[in-house]
């Protein structure tokens, strides 16, 4: 009966080890497309002049966008081609990854400088973050 008086401190240390782990993973959830710092790009010119002549990168993504509009480089190990166009505020592109057709999508775009985000056409898909290089 020594450890009768343990098992009350037990489920208060569990029942906060659960609450910080809940807020660890709403925390994940904080994009950091809304932090100081980063803007939004509303033109086709400040969109290359961020881009130009520099790698949009992630794991085991390589691409870069060039004036007359294409896209290029690799995932995965397979090739990517596509095009891009700038529509009223938004960047419209189209990727193919090898053979697959990823679709045309408009994304609003958003930079630190040293990171870029591609926030979906009304909230619809996942945000991408690339780095750029």
């Known amino acids: 009966m020594a450890f009768a008086g343990i098992a009350p401190h037990r489920d208060a240390l569990q029942k906060t080890m ?5 807020l660890s993973i709403a925390l994940l959830g904080v994009h950091p497309a809304f932090a100081a710092g980063f803007v939004t790009i509303n033109d086709r010119d400040g969109f290359f002049k961020l881009v130009e002549g520099r790698q949009l990168t992630k794991f085991f993504v390589r691409i870069s966008f060039d004036e007359l509009g294409q896209v ?3 995932a995965w190990g397979r090739p990517v081609m596509g095009y891009w166009r700038w529509e009223g505020r938004q960047l419209c592109k ?3 990854y090898g053979t697959s057709d990823q679709g ?4 609003e775009v958003r930079s630190d400088g040293q990171e870029v985000l591609f926030i979906p ?7 991408e973050e690339y780095s750029l290089k």
Do not use: Q, S
């Not at 045309?104 to 994304?107: F, H, K, L, S, T």
């Not at 056409?121 to 945000?127: Q, T």
């Open 94 to 96: 189209r990727i193919f």
């Open 18 to 22: 659960i609450r910080a782990l809940i």
């Open 104 to 107: 045309e999508n408009c994304v």
């Open 72 to 74: 290029k480089g690799h």
């Open 121 to 127: 056409n009304k909230g619809e898909g996942k945000i």
